[in-house]
């Protein structure tokens, strides 16, 4: 997974919506954004992290049954930050404006179908044959493709939010935000 592409997804979400269960206490919008900053750091960092265990034990491995099981460890790990990401979410409040709830149910259905894509791609890292290392490698790469690919589309879901809806509080209190720093 690439480290752009997750933080721009996440950016974007910052930019137009809201997370919380529909029960969640409301917030200012300034306290949400810190909230949810806090929370894209703390998963950027987890992601991060899963992404430098997986090189550091692979570099010196020789065989695809030997890396098999780091690679579906690395989406195991990004599957827990993503569940974290979920949680810490969830916990952030609702922000206090006009359409809050509506928007973040969109960014919790988005963020759910992350968690999905993760899952996916764990249970197809878990299925690669390693009898070929040549096939090994370029089904990992097309798996790779596949998942930049869904976060991609992922972020897609959130382009016509900011048209239905006014996102510019967000926008302004991320920025404002030092904690927002990552996404800026």
Known sequence: MKRAL??????????VAGASAANAATVSVEEYVNNVCTSVTAFSEASDQAT???????????????????????FDSLRD??????ADLKGAGTPQ????????????????????VVTDARDTAADLKTSSPKQFAK????LGV??????????????GLPK????????????????CAILN
Do not use: C
Not at 58 to 73: D, E, I, N, W, Y
Not at 81 to 86: E, I, K, P, Y
């Open 81 to 86: 930050a993503v569940t974290q990401l979920q």
């Open 146 to 159: 596949k998942l930049d690919k869904a976060f991609s589309n992922v972020g897609d879901g959130f382009d």
């Open 164 to 179: 239905r809806y006014d996102t510019s509080t967000l926008k302004a209190a991320q920025q404002a935000d030092a904690a």
């Open 6 to 15: 997750a933080l721009s997804f996440v950016a974007l979400a910052i930019s």
């Open 139 to 142: 089904s990992a790469t097309e």
């Open 97 to 116: 404006l006009a359409h809050g709830n509506t928007i973040a149910k969109q960014l919790r259905d988005v963020i759910a179908s992350m968690g999905d």
């Open 52 to 74: 430098q265990t997986f090189q550091n034990d692979t570099a010196t491995l020789t065989k695809v049954s030997q890396v098999k099981p780091k690679f579906v460890a690395f």
